[in-house]
């Protein structure tokens, strides 16, 4: 059974580019969240999909867009980048309708914005 | 604002002693959910609590749900220096779950 994985790991971009996230599922999930971290702060929620749709989004601006494939596996979206979007994303799978909504992390990926 | 608040922020203490952390939130909730957070690495759930449960445990770790005051504790007993990590209360309605700004525990060997 393998984890949550994440790419890239770390990364640099300057203002106004445009950066794109990327996450596997763990096997037999069919459910992903994106959460944003700040440094010394608790993980926000971005959005959630289940099935390929959106599922649930937390107070980000539409820059913040997602997509999920048929394999589970996700991308993150993040256009016109701002100096306050710098933070660790991280992606979490889990399984809707198996009772609670336990997520599985991954490592997260570290974003600087310049 | 966050559904979850922790407290302490920070928490430092000496190996085999216990740690107490404790977690407010502002709404109903199906459950409550603990996970750790080594240093800026992903969260790795601890122990989930329902709303119907009032105590829990797993191995060194006892958790307190009190629905009436919207408050949970987390209690790690005989703590090691590999202890050391942020710990986040994350409460869920419906499909998402809205974690808390977590509190930072040091274990002092």
């Known amino acids: 059974e393998t984890g949550v994985t994440q790419s890239p790991t770390h990364l640099i971009k300057t203002r106004g580019q445009q950066v794109t996230l990327r996450c596997s599922s763990q096997?037999?999930?069919?459910?992903v969240s994106w959460y944003q971290q700040a440094l010394g702060q608790g993980p926000q929620f971005i959005f959630q999909y289940y099935r390929e749709e959106e599922n649930g989004r937390g107070n980000f601006p539409p820059r913040f867009s997602g997509l999920q494939f048929p394999n589970y596996s996700s991308e993150l979206n993040v256009n016109a980048l701002e100096l306050d979007d710098s933070a660790l994303y991280l992606c979490a799978s889990s399984s809707l309708g198996a009772g609670a909504n336990v997520l599985t992390f991954g490592a997260g990926s570290r974003l600087t914005v310049l | 604002s966050q559904q979850g608040e922790e407290d302490p922020q920070a928490l430092s203490i000496q190996e085999g002693e216990n740690a107490t952390m404790n977690c407010s939130y502002k709404?109903?909730?199906?459950?409550l959910q603990w996970y750790r957070q080594n240093s800026g690495r992903g969260l790795v759930h601890l122990i989930l609590i329902r709303s119907n449960e009032r105590e829990k445990h797993s191995g060194r770790l006892r958790v307190t749900l009190d629905t009436s005051k919207k408050s949970s504790s987390l209690l790690i007993t005989a703590s090691r220096a590999a202890d050391t990590a942020s710990y986040f209360c994350?409460?869920?309605?419906?499909?998402?779950?809205?974690f808390g700004e977590g509190t930072q525990l040091t274990v002092n060997p």
């Open positions: 994350a409460t869920e309605r419906g499909s998402r779950l809205t």
């Open positions: 096997s037999g999930h069919n459910t």
């Open positions: 709404t109903s909730i199906n459950n």
